[in-house]
Nanobody
Framework: VQLQASGGGLVQAGGSLTLSCAHS????????MAWFRQAPGKQREFVAD???????NYADSVKGRFTISRDFAKNTVYLLMNSLKPEDTAVYYC?????WGQGTLVTVSS
């Protein structure tokens, strides 16, 4: 099983990005998928997750700005990030219950 994250890049504060996490197999039976992030010099932290049934949870720091979703047909999980702030700068990782993706860098300039 592999997770391939993509979509990171450089964006100005207030801008938007959408991250994608492609699963090498089917995500239909996976109980939840999540996004984490790790800023320079900081510990990896939870950002958002989505259950098989579609329930979502968000870190307080991104609530109202980020949206997690998934497409069963494409076996892909997305993270739509709006109103980005410099403090959102980090490497973003997707995660299934047993596998971490390789990470994609998001840099938000002020």
């Amino acid at each position: 099983v592999q997770l391939q994250a993509s979509g990171g890049g450089l964006v100005q504060a207030g801008g938007s990005l959408t991250l994608s996490c492609a699963h090498s197999g089917s995500i239909y039976s996976i109980r939840s998928m999540a996004w984490f992030r790790q800023a320079p010099g900081k510990q990896r932290e939870f950002v958002a997750d989505i259950t098989r049934g579609g329930n979502t949870n968000y870190a307080d720091s991104v609530k109202g700005r980020f949206t997690i979703s998934r497409d069963f047909a494409k076996n892909t999980v997305y993270l739509l990030m709006n109103s980005l702030k410099p403090e959102d700068t980090a490497v973003y990782y997707c995660k299934s219950p047993s596998v971490w993706g390789q990470g994609t860098l998001v840099t938000v300039s002020s």
